[in-house]
């Protein structure tokens, strides 16, 4: 297949495609991200670069004997947790670049498939998408096949798109048993969670923008099926938004990875100050979390049980690609966690996109 990747980041469609051992002849990638392109350039070196989106028609490229078209385009207008500018904001607006290429391409191969990818929104702007797209969105949450409660709209001319099964996976079957100690609490950065939630506690609501948690949301009358929840059981000590305070247990989903870029914003688990769970996949009963689930969290919240931040080969598994994938050479050293975790945020999750292509 010959593929053409619009605002293809650090390339999580190849990543599906090698995968399910679809063969690629030419892979065409169009990316202004230095760093993702580093990644890209450095996991799959044949990898033919196009620059600007927006300089389509200046590409040297057979446009017949391309076979799919995909991409996430830029949703910082439609997300909920934006100004919701839509289509008047810029980056929103390169949905309609992705839509002249698309009509390009298929004057010169009408069967040309294609994915567009994008997050939850208005129904209006749905609906628009979908006008011009000539198809109706299939709604994916992430957590049906990862760690993470990630829900995305997908917009595909590939046949008999199905819910994926849910796979239980939970928080703490992704979690690293050695990272690295800039994420171990230590004397220097140790918090522990600064309110009581005997009374106050609960379990993360679907009104939470960051976690996403619903029983049923089906689209053209399907629903999909009951997704575990992230369960929030304190909050850090630190400065800034609530969101960023949140410590959620390894009992249930992580909220959904972001581009994270500061503040504090990546996404943290509880621990327990002997270190013996929630840094440990293979966690042993009969730590303080077992005693925290059977006192109140009055008792122990404070005291017994501290945080951490979730590194990046963890948001890695969140978005269900390889290992070490972002972490590779970069200027005089390695690529920066700051811009492992910013691509996670703007990546897709591997397993969906493997999903949707096994089909092809």
């Known amino acids: 297949m010959n593929i053409l990747s619009l605002f293809d980041g650090m390339s999580c469609g190849q990543i599906a495609l090698d995968q399910l051992g679809i063969k690629t002849n030419k892979y065409y990638a169009s990316e202004l991200d ?4 580093a990644v890209t350039q450095h996991n799959y070196p044949d990898t033919i670069q196009l620059g600007d989106v927006t300089k389509w028609k200046e590409w040297n490229i057979d446009w017949g004997s391309i076979d799919l078209i995909q991409g996430g385009s830029p949703c910082q207008g439609f997300s909920f947790a934006g100004k919701q500018l839509a289509f008047d904001d810029p980056r929103s607006a390169l949905f309609f670049v992705f839509v002249d290429i698309l009509n390009h391409a298929k004057k010169h191969n009408p069967n040309v498939k294609f994915l567009l990818e994008n997050v939850r929104m208005k129904k209006e702007y749905l609906d628009i998408i979908s006008e011009h797209l000539g198809v109706q969105p299939v709604m994916i949450n992430s957590a ?7 829900v995305r709209f997908y917009w595909t001319n590939i046949a008999d798109i199905q819910q994926p099964e849910d796979r239980g996976i939970l928080l703490k079957d992704i979690l690293d048993s050695n990272p690295s100690e800039d994420f171990i609490l230590n004397e220097q950065n ?3 969670l600064n309110r009581e939630f005997g009374s106050k506690g609960k379990e993360q609501t679907g009104k939470d923008k960051s976690c996403t948690l619903t029983a049923s949301m089906g689209t053209g009358g399907g629903n999909i099926p009951y997704i575990n929840r992230c369960i929030q059981v304190g909050e850090a000590d630190l400065k800034g938004h609530d969101q960023i305070k949140r410590v959620y247990s390894p009992e ?13 914003r990546e996404p943290k688990v509880i621990v327990d100050r ?3 769970y929630c840094i440990d996949a293979n966690y042993s009963k009969g730590t303080n979390w077992e005693l925290y689930k059977k006192k109140s969290r009055r008792q122990l919240v404070g005291s017994e049980l501290e945080w ?3 590194t990046p080969k963890e948001c890695e598994r969140l978005q269900t690609v390889p290992d070490d994938y972002t972490l590779v050479p970069y200027g005089k050293g390695m690529m920066s966690n700051s811009q492992r975790y910013k691509m996670l945020g703007n990546g897709w999750t591997v397993e969906v996109i493997k999903h949707i292509y096994k089909n092809l």
């Open 308 to 310: 951490r931040k979730l």
């Open 34 to 37: 230095k760093y993702a392109i």
């Open 190 to 192: 140790m918090k522990t």
């Open 274 to 276: 002997d270190k013996s």
């Open 252 to 264: 249930g989903k992580s909220p959904t990875v972001t581009t994270c870029e500061g503040g504090h």
């Open 144 to 150: 049906l096949v990862s760690a993470q409660n990630r």
